[in-house]
Structures are given as structure tokens and as C-alpha cells.
């Protein structure tokens, strides 16, 4: 029996394992989304913005599925792609179907025409089908591409297509899915061994690679009497009862972590492309491990690049090794991370005050009624600051945002994929005001399917992050601040159970009820607005800008704002 290249196109993704097709239907889109009906293999879910739908389909493809999310002609696919763009830069499998006008309106201005080269940039694959024949070869690269190479992969298609038979000459091949061991060569091995041997301060600082590889990160730690420090991605992998863990160096981490970097003489960065150069200063040798060789180096000057899977290249590499005896370097670097920890305890043990709550102790209390599987995602800003740094990691638990792209409004709508894919885990989606204000529709889309997210809004009405951006280089915030609705009310409104917390001393018990209660909550928590956190290594020109700043913000008539931030602030500044 003949299939249509619509029926075609849902039965490679069901085959390749697709459970979920995240879009807004309409136009060139319709035709699968009638073939996505008969056929019962896939749900779609119908979210209110394509943006969302393409951060609800990365976090299928974090938590280990196969993530697909789709956009009509024109305006519908345009609003995929800065989802797409954080999906690609973790490296999370997402197939994307960017659908188009009619292919006989091409290259005349037509209504809804868009060039699909905008996906390059987000994208190992992206081609655009417009025979019935080349559809069923497009996609399967498109979905080989986004599993093997672990990214996206763009399926484009003229919608005029969908209803045309599949020829029976077409080739439409399965998604492959061979097992592989990537190492470096036995030589390669040999010669880091050396390095790592010969080391009088090694570090190791890991990242997402080390996901699968938890168990040999800290063999080669105690063989080596090394620190362990780690990305924000690398957290919940390194974190959790790491008698060598140093934490994570970068805005959101510690002088422990940061020092390490700047005092070894070898530092291994296994399975991390850590984006912050800044951060990366130092004097050492470094050895970095990678899956993906491109990527070598263009952070900071590696002596020595080995292409490998974390788990597989240290498997080969420990039993070249032998226990190295001083410990000097590991134990002058925990006494520091226990002055860290110290610090950080002291700033979550203070509640805040009445509508100014304070976020550390927030979080705290968040990361302690949690599961211990639970599923978080978070904002970019300080929300992701106060989630780095007071979310526990307990071997179990997943944490996601936009650690390599940085857009806001991601923790809400990761946190729809995250509660479909989860298989029942708890999700918390931790939501800046700023951020959730810019996708705030797709709270209609958890009321519709009665998702069980908890939503926590970090709600200090201004822009946290930017504001400590623009005082640190010396301007007067201007036009962070943020006349918020009632989060808690619109949440009603869609069918969520909405909590207005204000009070610290009623925190508890809002966060236990949202804990337990089976449906959507979200709890509009009235935070801190001049809590901060300074980086590790805040220079003494920075905070030289920053009083410059506070100065002018004085002169301008703000000096009421300036002295509720300095008595704020200067918690933070001590830890300097």
C-alpha cells in the first residue's frame, strides 16, 4: 500500500523513537498533524509559543530521549530557533521540522517565505526536501546526525509535499545506532600518563562528559591526590560525596575552584568545552579529553589534545597510572572549599525579611524538600547563580537551563519536556520574573495538560544579573526595574494552583504544599532584590567600578536605592 510522504515522515520519527512532537499547528503543518493523529504513535503537544516547544523538546533530549519540535511556514519555524540554538550548544538530540510555503511561490517575496539557512549556525544538519524522493533520505540524516552527533538535526520541507505518495524507488533507511569505544591511542595514553604522574599540583575539572563516568573520575582524583572541580553541567555527575570535590569556578562558583586553576602546573579538563576563558587563566600544562576534536583548544592554550569518551579513555588510562603520594595541593584546596561552603551556609541561614526573602535561603529549602531524583531547570541570571550553588547534587537528581547560550525565559518551557519525559520524576522549574514574563502563554500549555511542574518564581521585580553587570563595569542600573503582575493569580487563571509567599516564616509550608499537591503549582515568591553574589576573583578595578557606579547613582538622586543595596550587599563583599 502507498504512504503519503506526511504518513512517511511520522512513521521514520515513531521508528527512530520519537514519543512527542512539540508545535502549533496550522498551514503546511496540517497534513502532519492529521497523519501524527491516525497514526497513534506520537502525541502531539500543542504549545503556545514555538519557542517553548523547542526548549520542551531539549529537555527530551537532556534526560536521554530523542526531542522533536516543529514550525509552520515563515513566522512558525522563525520561532524555533533560539531553542534550537541552546539544544545544539549542550548537545542535546533534537530533530526539528521547519515546515514551508508551496515550492512554486519560492524566490518571489511570497507570504511567509524564509530562507532555512538561518539553522546552520544550530544545526550538524539542515536541508529542505522539496520532491517526495528526497524526503525519507533528508530526514533519516537529519535524525542520524542529531543522534550520533548529539545536536540538532533540520528536516525542512515544502508543505505542498505532504501529500504526495512516496515513490517506491525512494531509499528510507532506519536511524543506525552503533555501539562505539572512542579512546585516544595507546601512545597518546602513555603520554598523558606521564604528564599527569610527573604533576606536583594536578586538577582535574570536568564537565558534561563525565555524565557516564562518575566512578573513574574519582579513581583518577585519589590515584592522583587531585582536586576535583566542575562545570555547572558537570555538577550533577562530580558533585555528590566527592571527598576531592573543590565545586565550580566561573560567576557562579568559589575561590577554591578558581584558585586551583590559577595555581596548578597540570590541569586535565576531561569531557568540558567550558565557554569562560576568563576563567581559564593559568600558568599550567592543561590536557583536555573531548569526543568532539574540533572543539580543542579554542578555549585556552592545551599542551595536549586527546580525542576520547571520558569513560573509555580513563579505563585505558588508570592502569598506567600509579598513587601518587603528596596530597599538599588536595588538602590546601579543601581547606579553601570548606571557607566556601562556610560562607555560602551563612547567606542561606537568614530567611530575609517580609517581601524580601531571601534567595539563598530559598533555595536551600527548595533543594531540601526536593526528591532525590528531582528534575530542576533554571533561568539564566541569578536564578541560575542561587540553583549553582544551593542545589545539592544527590547522584540522582537532573539539572538543566541555557548554561552555553544564556537566553532567558528557558527554565518554564524545559521544564513541560521535562515533566512529559521524566517518567513521573518530580520537576521544579526555577523561573527568574524576567524570564518567565517572556514566554509567560505557555503557562496555558501546563494548565491544559495539568503538567505536575512545580514553578518557583524568583520575583525581585528588576533584571538581578544585569544590574550587577552594568554596576561591576561601572554604570547606574537603568531600566532593570520590573512592574510584575501577580504571577500567582495569572497561574490561576490557567488552571494552575497560584501562592503569593511574601512572608519568609510561611515559606515552608507554601513549598511543602507544592511539593505534594499532584497538579501544576506556582509559587510567586517575593525575593531580594539587592542580593548578589561577586565572582571568585572579583578584581579590586571591579569593585572600584562598582562603587563608581553606586556613586553616580547617588548623585542622581538614588540614594535611598544605594544605601538599601549597600547594607544588602555587603554580606557579599565580605566573602571577598
Given at each position: 500500500?502507498?504512504?503519503?510522504?506526511?504518513?512517511?515522515?511520522?512513521?521514520?520519527?515513531a521508528?527512530?523513537?520519537?514519543?512527542?512532537?512539540?508545535?502549533?499547528?496550522?498551514?503546511?503543518?496540517?497534513?502532519?498533524?492529521?497523519?501524527?493523529?491516525?497514526?497513534?504513535?506520537?502525541?502531539?503537544?500543542?504549545?503556545?509559543?514555538?519557542?517553548a516547544?523547542?526548549?520542551?523538546?531539549?529537555a527530551?533530549?537532556?534526560?536521554?530521549?530523542?526531542g522533536?519540535?516543529?514550525?509552520?511556514?515563515g513566522?512558525?519555524?522563525?520561532?524555533?530557533?533560539n531553542?534550537?540554538?541552546?539544544?545544539?550548544?549542550?548537545?542535546?538530540?533534537?530533530?526539528?521540522?521547519?515546515?514551508?510555503?508551496?515550492?512554486?511561490?519560492?524566490?518571489?517575496?511570497s507570504?511567509?517565505?524564509?530562507?532555512l539557512?538561518?539553522?546552520?549556525g544550530?544545526?550538524?544538519?539542515?536541508?529542505?526536501?522539496?520532491?517526495?524522493?528526497?524526503?525519507?533520505?533528508m530526514?533519516q540524516?537529519?535524525?542520524?546526525n542529531?543522534?550520533?552527533?548529539?545536536?540538532?538535526?533540520?528536516?525542512?520541507?515544502?508543505?505542498?509535499?505532504?501529500?504526495?505518495?512516496?515513490?517506491?524507488?525512494?531509499?528510507?533507511?532506519?536511524?543506525?545506532?552503533?555501539?562505539t569505544?572512542?579512546?585516544?591511542?595507546?601512545?597518546?595514553?602513555?603520554d598523558?600518563?606521564?604528564?599527569?604522574t610527573?604533576?606536583?599540583?594536578?586538577?582535574?575539572?570536568?564537565?558534561?562528559?563525565?555524565?557516564?563516568?562518575?566512578?573513574?573520575v574519582?579513581?583518577?582524583?585519589?590515584?592522583?591526590?587531585?582536586?576535583?572541580?566542575?562545570?555547572?553541567?558537570?555538577?550533577?555527575?562530580?558533585?555528590?560525596?566527592?571527598?576531592?570535590?573543590v565545586?565550580?569556578?566561573?560567576?557562579?562558583?568559589?575561590?577554591?575552584?578558581?584558585?586551583?586553576?590559577?595555581?596548578?602546573?597540570?590541569?586535565?579538563?576531561?569531557?568540558?568545552?567550558?565557554?569562560?576563558?576568563?576563567?581559564?587563566?593559568?600558568?599550567?600544562?592543561?590536557?583536555?579529553?573531548?569526543?568532539?576534536?574540533e572543539?580543542?583548544?579554542?578555549?585556552?592554550?592545551?599542551?595536549?589534545?586527546?580525542?576520547?569518551?571520558?569513560?573509555?579513555?580513563?579505563?585505558?588510562?588508570?592502569?598506567r597510572?600509579?598513587?601518587?603520594?603528596?596530597?599538599?595541593?588536595?588538602?590546601?584546596?579543601?581547606?579553601?572549599?570548606?571557607?566556601?561552603?562556610?560562607?555560602?551556609?551563612?547567606?542561606?541561614?537568614?530567611?530575609?525579611?517580609?517581601?524580601?526573602?531571601?534567595?539563598?535561603?530559598?533555595t536551600?529549602?527548595?533543594?531540601?524538600?526536593?526528591?532525590?531524583?528531582?528534575?530542576?531547570?533554571?533561568?539564566t541570571?541569578?536564578?541560575?547563580?542561587?540553583?549553582?550553588?544551593?542545589?545539592?547534587?544527590?547522584?540522582?537528581?537532573?539539572?538543566?537551563?541555557?548554561?552555553?547560550?544564556?537566553?532567558?525565559?528557558?527554565?518554564?518551557?524545559?521544564?513541560?519536556?521535562?515533566?512529559?519525559?521524566?517518567?513521573?520524576?518530580?520537576?521544579?522549574?526555577?523561573?527568574?520574573?524576567?524570564?518567565?514574563?517572556?514566554?509567560?502563554?505557555?503557562?496555558?500549555?501546563?494548565?491544559?495538560?495539568?503538567?505536575?511542574?512545580?514553578?518557583?518564581?524568583?520575583?525581585?521585580?528588576?533584571?538581578?544579573?544585569?544590574?550587577?553587570?552594568?554596576?561591576?563595569?561601572?554604570?547606574?542600573?537603568?531600566?532593570?526595574?520590573?512592574?510584575?503582575?501577580?504571577?500567582?493569580?495569572?497561574?490561576?487563571?490557567?488552571?494552575?494552583?497560584?501562592?503569593?509567599?511574601?512572608?519568609p516564616?510561611?515559606?515552608?509550608?507554601?513549598?511543602?504544599?507544592?511539593?505534594?499537591?499532584?497538579?501544576?503549582?506556582?509559587?510567586?515568591?517575593?525575593?531580594?532584590?539587592?542580593?548578589?553574589?561577586?565572582?571568585?576573583?572579583?578584581?579590586p578595578?571591579?569593585?572600584?567600578?562598582?562603587?563608581?557606579?553606586?556613586?553616580?547613582?547617588?548623585?542622581?538622586?538614588?540614594?535611598?536605592?544605594?544605601?538599601?543595596?549597600?547594607?544588602?550587599?555587603?554580606?557579599y563583599?565580605?566573602?571577598?
Amino acid at each position: 500500500m502507498s504512504r503519503t510522504i506526511a504518513e512517511t515522515i511520522v512513521d521514520m520519527l515513531a521508528d527512530a523513537g520519537v514519543k512527542r512532537l512539540y508545535a502549533v499547528t496550522g498551514d503546511s503543518l496540517n497534513l502532519l498533524n492529521d497523519a501524527i493523529r491516525r497514526d497513534g504513535r506520537i502525541d502531539w503537544i500543542h504549545v503556545r509559543h514555538e519557542e517553548a516547544g523547542a526548549y520542551a523538546a531539549m529537555a527530551e533530549g537532556v534526560l536521554g530521549g530523542l526531542g522533536c519540535c516543529a514550525g509552520s511556514s515563515g513566522p512558525g519555524h522563525v520561532h524555533l530557533i533560539n531553542g534550537l540554538y541552546d539544544a545544539h550548544r549542550w548537545g542535546a538530540p533534537v530533530i526539528a521540522l521547519p515546515s514551508t510555503i508551496d515550492r512554486a511561490d519560492y524566490g518571489m517575496e511570497s507570504f511567509q517565505e524564509t530562507d532555512l539557512g538561518m539553522f546552520d549556525g544550530c544545526s550538524w544538519y539542515n536541508e529542505l526536501a522539496q520532491i517526495p524522493e528526497q524526503a525519507p533520505r533528508m530526514l533519516q540524516q537529519a535524525l542520524q546526525n542529531a543522534i550520533t552527533r548529539k545536536g540538532v538535526g533540520v528536516f525542512g520541507y515544502s508543505g505542498d509535499i505532504l501529500p504526495l505518495d512516496l515513490p517506491e524507488t525512494a531509499i528510507a533507511s532506519p536511524v543506525y545506532r552503533p555501539g562505539t569505544v572512542l579512546r585516544p591511542d595507546d601512545g597518546a595514553l602513555d603520554d598523558l600518563a606521564k604528564m599527569l604522574t610527573g604533576a606536583k599540583r594536578p586538577f582535574i575539572y570536568g564537565g558534561m562528559g563525565c555524565d557516564a563516568a562518575r566512578d573513574q573520575v574519582r579513581e583518577l582524583a585519589r590515584r592522583l591526590n587531585a582536586p576535583v572541580g566542575w562545570t555547572l553541567k558537570g555538577k550533577m555527575a562530580l558533585e555528590h560525596d566527592n571527598p576531592n570535590g573543590v565545586g565550580m569556578t566561573g560567576f557562579i562558583g568559589g575561590k577554591a575552584c578558581a584558585d586551583a586553576i590559577a595555581r596548578a602546573d597540570v590541569v586535565l579538563l576531561l569531557g568540558t568545552d567550558f565557554p569562560w576563558k576568563d576563567f581559564l587563566q593559568t600558568d599550567a600544562r592543561i590536557a583536555q579529553v573531548l569526543t568532539h576534536g574540533e572543539r580543542l583548544g579554542r578555549r585556552t592554550h592545551v599542551k595536549m589534545g586527546l580525542v576520547g569518551d571520558v569513560r573509555a579513555t580513563l579505563d585505558a588510562l588508570l592502569p598506567r597510572l600509579e598513587t601518587r603520594a603528596d596530597d599538599s595541593f588536595l588538602q590546601d584546596r579543601l581547606k579553601a572549599v570548606k571557607s566556601d561552603r562556610d560562607n555560602m551556609v551563612h547567606h542561606a541561614q537568614k530567611p530575609g525579611k517580609k517581601g524580601e526573602i531571601s534567595p539563598e535561603y530559598l533555595t536551600t529549602a527548595i533543594s531540601r524538600l526536593a526528591d532525590d531524583d528531582a528534575i530542576f531547570t533554571a533561568d539564566t541570571g541569578m536564578t541560575t547563580v542561587w540553583a549553582a550553588r544551593y542545589i545539592e547534587s544527590t547522584g540522582k537528581r537532573s539539572f538543566m537551563g541555557s548554561f552555553s547560550h544564556g537566553s532567558m525565559a528557558n527554565a518554564m518551557p524545559q521544564a513541560i519536556g521535562a515533566a512529559l519525559a521524566g517518567n513521573g520524576r518530580q520537576t521544579i522549574a526555577l523561573c527568574g520574573d524576567g524570564g518567565i514574563s517572556m514566554l509567560l502563554g505557555d503557562l496555558a500549555t501546563i494548565g491544559q495538560y495539568q503538567l505536575p511542574v512545580k514553578m518557583v518564581v524568583y520575583n525581585n521585580s528588576s533584571l538581578g544579573m544585569v544590574e550587577i553587570e552594568m554596576q561591576l563595569a561601572g554604570i547606574p542600573n537603568f531600566q532593570t526595574e520590573m512592574v510584575n503582575p501577580d504571577f500567582a493569580a495569572i497561574a490561576e487563571a490557567c488552571g494552575i494552583r497560584g501562592v503569593q509567599v511574601e512572608d519568609p516564616e510561611k515559606l515552608d509550608d507554601a513549598l511543602e504544599m507544592a511539593m505534594n499537591h499532584e497538579g501544576p503549582v506556582l509559587l510567586d515568591v517575593k525575593t531580594d532584590r539587592y542580593a548578589v553574589a561577586m565572582p571568585p576573583h572579583t578584581s579590586p578595578e571591579q569593585l572600584g567600578k562598582y562603587a563608581l557606579s553606586e556613586a553616580k547613582m547617588v548623585l542622581n538622586g538614588r540614594g535611598t536605592e544605594v544605601i538599601e543595596q549597600l547594607k544588602t550587599n555587603f554580606k557579599y563583599l565580605r566573602d571577598l
